[in-house]
């Protein structure tokens, strides 16, 4: 999948150019690795809204690959180029399975945080858990990040996005890190109601 296709803007059927922008900031948890962009749960978020009466125009800006530090890199950019009304941010699953320091992560995460609220928009953090063969200090310091963020900045929160389907390996591509097409409806449901008390703030 190109670079292009994984910034391509996804939109709900129906979302009109004057509805608010929620944008998708992660990484191919989020852009669709392995399935069409189209099925992955960000192209799915707006319908999920729309069923709540929520009418947003769900931007994807999420790249296969991408690092916390990666993604602290383009995000003004994106701040710049779609103006959100509200950011989720769903990163450090690769700084995880790389084995990079926590403290740098969370440090990536927080800079992305606070240039979203300084531009406005409200912030929703996705959270990533690592298997228990990076030990058990490493995975429960980088699990902590999440909610500490959450707590410190007063952002929303999904403590873990493949929660749904982490104990249905038949959810997961071959590679048992991605989810399936079939399991992206499970994570936008999760996710448009955990961004219930962020959108009651809107």
């Known amino acids: 999948m190109s670079l292009l296709a994984l910034l391509v803007l996804v939109t709900a059927t129906g ?3 004057a509805d608010p922008v929620l944008l998708v900031f992660g990484d191919s948890l989020s852009a669709g690795y392995g399935i069409e962009a189209k099925a992955a749960w960000p192209n799915l978020l707006a319908g999920e809204l729309a069923r709540q009466g929520q009418r947003y125009r769900v931007v994807n800006a999420s790249v ?16 710049k180029q779609h103006s959100p009304s509200i950011v989720i941010i769903e990163l450090g699953a690769n700084d995880g399975l790389r084995g990079l320091p926590v403290n740098a992560a969370r440090d990536n995460l927080a800079a992305m945080i606070v240039a979203a609220q300084r531009s ?7 959270g990533m858990q690592m298997p228990p063969n990076y030990g058990p200090d490493y995975t429960a310091s980088f699990a902590e990040v999440f909610p500490a ?3 410190q900045y007063r952002t929303g929160l999904t ?7 982490i104990a249905r390996p038949t959810l997961f591509q071959n590679d048992q890190l991605h989810p399936t097409a079939e399991a ?19």
């Open 120 to 126: 406005g928009a409200k912030v929703h953090l996705v």
């Open 15 to 17: 979302a009109r150019a």
């Open 159 to 165: 403590p873990f996005l493949l929660a749904p389907v």
């Open 64 to 79: 296969s690959g991408e690092t916390t530090a990666g993604g602290r890199t383009r995000f003004p950019n994106a701040l």
């Open 184 to 202: 992206q409806p499970l994570l936008a449901k999760m996710i448009a109601a955990d961004l219930k008390p962020l959108l009651a703030k809107q």
């Open 149 to 151: 963020l959450a707590k």
